[in-house]
C-alpha cells in the first residue's frame, strides 16, 4: 500500500531533550516536506526537499533541522524542543520535481513541557 | 507571495442542509493548482480534490461540488444534504509550481459542524 509513515504518533517530552520524528514514503517520490499545524494558523511548512541531499527552509523553520539521506526516509528533528514548539506535524511527499500533489503521513501530535 | 482565506472560521448547519465553505486565493502566478482537504477529528488529512489553473470546470462528486472562479480568485466548495459524517475541518490550499520547490499554502480552515 502506497503511503507515508511518521513515528512516532503522539509524544510528550519536556524542553530541551533532543528528539527526532522519523517519516518515511514507499512511492519513491523524490519530493518531501514537513508542516506544522496550529490552530487558528492552518499548516505551515517548516523545511522541504526536492531530492537526497538536498533540503530547503520553508515558512517556519527555526528551531528545526532536517536530512535526506535516502529518498524513502525525511526525518524531522528538534535538537532543543521548546514549549512553542507543541503542535502537530505533518509529513507529505510528493511525485517529480514539482509535486503538484502531495500525500500527507498520518501526523505526528507533540507536546512540549 | 501567495495567500489563501477561509473567511468561515466555524459553520454550524442541520442535517440535511446544504452548506457552502468559500475559498479566496492570491497569487500572481498563471500555473497553479488548488486543493481542498478534510480533516476529520481522527486528525489525518484527507484529500478532496486538485484543480489546475486552467481547467474552470466546476466538478460534482456525489454530495461534494466545487466551483472555481478564475474572475473572482474562488473556489468553493459545497456539501448537499449533510450528514453527521461530513462534520470535520475543511483546508483549502494552494500550489505553486515555482520550479525552487513546491509548497502547499492552507488557508486556516474551517470547522464544520453537522448536528442532528
Known amino acids: 500500500e502506497a503511503q507515508v509513515t511518521q513515528n512516532p504518533r503522539y509524544l510528550i517530552t519536556v524542553t530541551g531533550k533532543k528528539l527526532t520524528v522519523t517519516c518515511s514514503q514507499n512511492?519513491?517520490?523524490?519530493?518531501m516536506s514537513w508542516y506544522r499545524q496550529d490552530p487558528g494558523l492552518g499548516l505551515r511548512q517548516i523545511y522541504y526537499?526536492?531530492?537526497?541531499?538536498?533540503?530547503d527552509k520553508g515558512d517556519v523553520p527555526e528551531g528545526y533541522k532536517v536530512s535526506r539521506k535516502e529518498k524513502r526516509n525525511f526525518p524531522l528533528i528538534l535538537e532543543s524542543p521548546s514549549p512553542n514548539q507543541t503542535s502537530l506535524y505533518f509529513c507529505?511527499?510528493?511525485?517529480?520535481?514539482?509535486?503538484?500533489?502531495?500525500?500527507f503521513g498520518p501526523g505526528t501530535r507533540l507536546t512540549v513541557l | 507571495a501567495q495567500k489563501v482565506t477561509q473567511a468561515q472560521t466555524e459553520i454550524s448547519v442541520v442535517e440535511k442542509e446544504d452548506v457552502t465553505l468559500d475559498c479566496v486565493y492570491e497569487t500572481r502566478d498563471t500555473t497553479y493548482y488548488l486543493f481542498w482537504y478534510k480533516q476529520p477529528p481522527s486528525g489525518e488529512l484527507v484529500f478532496l480534490i486538485r484543480?489546475?489553473?486552467?481547467?474552470?470546470q466546476n466538478e460534482i462528486s456525489g454530495r461534494y461540488s466545487w466551483n472555481f472562479q478564475k474572475s473572482t480568485s474562488s473556489f468553493n466548495f459545497t456539501i448537499t444534504a449533510s450528514q453527521v459524517v461530513d462534520s470535520a475541518v475543511y483546508f483549502c490550499a494552494l500550489s505553486l509550481s515555482t520550479g525552487g520547490g513546491n509548497k502547499l499554502t492552507f488557508g486556516t480552515g474551517t470547522q464544520l459542524k453537522v448536528e442532528l
Open positions: 507529505a511527499s510528493g511525485e517529480g520535481a514539482l509535486a503538484e500533489e502531495q500525500f
Open positions: 484543480r489546475n489553473s486552467f481547467d474552470e
Open positions: 526537499s526536492m531530492n537526497v541531499e538536498v533540503t
Open positions: 512511492m519513491n517520490h523524490e519530493y
